[in-house]
């Protein structure tokens, strides 16, 4: 009797070990480095493997009819952007780009919580939606993706000069996101490589497509077009990124948006 007794205080405390266990394993997974950026994503049950290139999600799940990707906004490069903050041994790198106009703003990096929720199965919208200020897209890195103007709907035309060397720079809030191409991807992946999505569910490429720099009178109004992609062999309509404005969209969502929350 009282060895059955132990054995069960026992049971019952390996039980609670392994549940804590399994408590901090979950934890550690969706959580992001807290100096090196990097994210070890938590990918869900009938996910399909096109999404599992967001390799800098936190966590990417499906309900069958929209793929939810949680992100951090963090980028997984270096940025001027990180200066004085706690990734800054790690991720802090002085300008080095290209642009002789170059002026750094005066917002940090910070951490900023995004989800969206995106359409599993893209469908063209009836009425074509415009972009919001904010979030349009997320990059494979799970840097926000934004569309082609700043606050008030102003033209990009002096923000441009404080996009860092991988074409990106934070807001107000520290939230890092790109307005054009991020070069960062597009040299680890090719000119002609999948970028990301945009809210309606179609796919973001780069400016290449068939060893051809694409130009905007490539691509319809929403700067995209249909073809077979490497990831979609049978064809999908996809957005292109081009190198003069509106850069990754035109006017407004090609498909049925999906929705973001911060
Ligand atoms: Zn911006
Ligand atoms: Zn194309």
Redesign the pocket.
Known sequence: MENKLIGIVQGSTLLITAILLTATIACKKAASDSTTGTTTTTIGTGVPDIYKKIYGATSITTDGTYITIKATSLPDHKSPYYKGTQWAATLYEAYNGTNPLWSQNPNSIAENDVTYKIPLNPTVASTHSATPLGPMGVALNGVPIFNQYAAGGAALTGEVNSFDEYDGHPQQSGMYHYHAEPYYLTTKNGESSLIGFLLDGFPV?GPM?NGKT?TNA??DVYH????A?ADYPNGIY?Y?ITSAAPYINGNGFYGTAGTVSQ
């Open positions: 490429y497509e694409l490539d691509l995209g077009h249909t073809s992609t996809h292109h």
